[in-house]
């Protein structure tokens, strides 16, 4: 991160990014760490600040160690929180002032803007982060909220709501429109734009928030957001949402492939994996399974390219061992705790599994996904395995998809491979 040159001359403005992340929840148990696209939640906010123009440090504010480890690792530095703002009823606002304070007095330094980025909203956007900062740093405005276009009719039941003037007049006649006339239905076109609060991102003037104590006061400019990345997770139906968004949303970020430089090794489940998940017997009892060409091409130049590889798979098959002589692998084979052998695995190789891209397709490998800092499923693998990597292939297991992962990893060099 840089300071952002201000465009009078005068010196770079200070935009400090919280991101407020407590380790209680009910709806959804560890949610701040729950991953989605293969990356927990915190880190994902913490990645878009990061990559934010205007954005000059990012701190992550939690009362819970796990959630500040997974914080520190993803590049955020922490605040931590004190019991009296970790409660169920604290408020955003009271973790961005104490962080805030904590980190000017720990830098000696003035912030001069502040952002509340909620890594609830999984998709929040560093073009978005970047606008509502610019909005409040420029002097434009004083707060700023991301928005999106939001076109539905809101009703209330006049029966159960209370203490509002609409509902007063509307007890006991059922439901009744808030932001329409129940008796009138003019078209989209017809109808003011109303825009949608998204919860992701706000920017608050440092002076003006320590002043009022909330995130919107004076001037307050709205940034509108991409409707497609509005989510904000509060129960498992939200987190399951967003898990299977993720293989769409997250290939149009930067960064969301791997590349070469990323990791120092592969490896890669069998069944359903390098092969259509099928498997032929013949009337002696014998196996016999169908693999892709293009894998084996792929396999051999990222094992000629240095990368560190191995099969791994429950199967006790001779043509899982076949397979492996073949592509002059080492292989792991009739493993039950796949995991576990992994983790051996890399102690050995002196390999950190964060620096591990698995390739899988079941459920028995969500373990290894768990472990690993690239966890990747193949086009067609279980719905909580896809919901669950980082990055997803466009091609079945056994059609091609080792060979796809080849070309994130080696790019033009891999260009003139047949498929």
């Not at 320590?210 to 995130?215: A, E, L, M, P």
Request: proline share 6%; glycine share 10%.
């Amino acid at each position: 991160m840089s300071d952002p040159e201000p465009q009078d001359g005068t010196s770079p403005r200070r935009v400090l990014a919280v991101i407020p992340a407590r380790g209680g929840s009910k709806g959804v148990p560890a949610k701040n760490l729950a991953p989605v696209g293969g990356v927990p939640l915190v880190a994902r906010a913490v990645r878009e600040c990061l990559a934010a123009a205007h954005v000059t440090d990012v701190v992550v504010s939690t009362d819970d160690p796990a959630i500040a480890a997974a914080a520190r690792a993803a590049g955020a530095d922490v605040a931590l929180r004190p019991a009296a703002i970790a409660g169920d009823t604290a408020t955003s606002e009271a973790a961005v002032l104490h962080a805030l304070d904590a980190h000017e007095e720990l830098h000696g330094t003035t912030v001069d803007v502040v952002l509340l980025v909620q890594c609830t909203s999984p998709f929040v956007a560093r073009e978005d982060v970047d606008r509502v900062a610019a909005a409040v740093a420029s002097g434009a405005a004083d707060t700023a909220v991301t928005v999106a276009p939001f076109h539905g009719f809101v009703w209330r039941d006049g029966d159960e709501a209370a203490g509002d003037g609409y509902a007063n007049e509307a007890a006991g006649e059922g439901g009744y429109g808030v932001n329409h006339d129940k008796s009138v239905r003019p078209r989209r076109q017809d109808r003011p734009q109303d825009l949608l609060e998204t919860g992701a991102a706000y920017a608050m003037d440092v002076a003006g928030f320590r002043t009022h104590g909330h995130r919107f006061f004076g001037r307050t400019e709205l940034v509108r957001t991409d409707p497609a990345r509005v989510l904000e997770i509060d129960d498992p139906h939200d987190l399951a949402r967003a898990r299977a968004l993720a293989p769409l949303l997250d290939t149009e970020r930067p960064g969301a492939l791997p590349t070469h430089d990323d990791i120092d090794a592969v490896v890669l489940d069998f069944d359903g994996t390098q092969t259509d998940d099928r498997v032929l017997i013949d009337s002696d009892g014998r196996e016999f399974v169908s693999v892709h060409r293009g894998d084996g091409l792929g396999i051999a130049a990222l094992r000629d390219s240095g990368l560190k590889m191995l099969i791994l798979s429950t199967e006790r098959n001779p043509v899982v061992a076949a397979r492996a002589r073949k592509l002059r692998l080492p292989v792991l084979h009739g493993i039950d705790r796949k995991d576990l052998a992994l983790k051996q695995w890399c102690e050995e190789q002196g390999i950190a599994p964060e620096r591990v891209l698995y390739v899988g397709n079941d459920v028995n490998d969500l373990p290894c996904f768990a472990l690993v800092g690239w966890p990747v499923a193949v086009a067609g693998a279980h719905d909580a395995v896809r919901g669950a990597a980082r990055a997803v292939t466009t091609v079945r297991g056994g059609a091609g998809a080792i060979r796809e992962v080849a070309g994130w990893l080696l790019g033009s060099s891999l260009e003139s491979l047949p498929r």
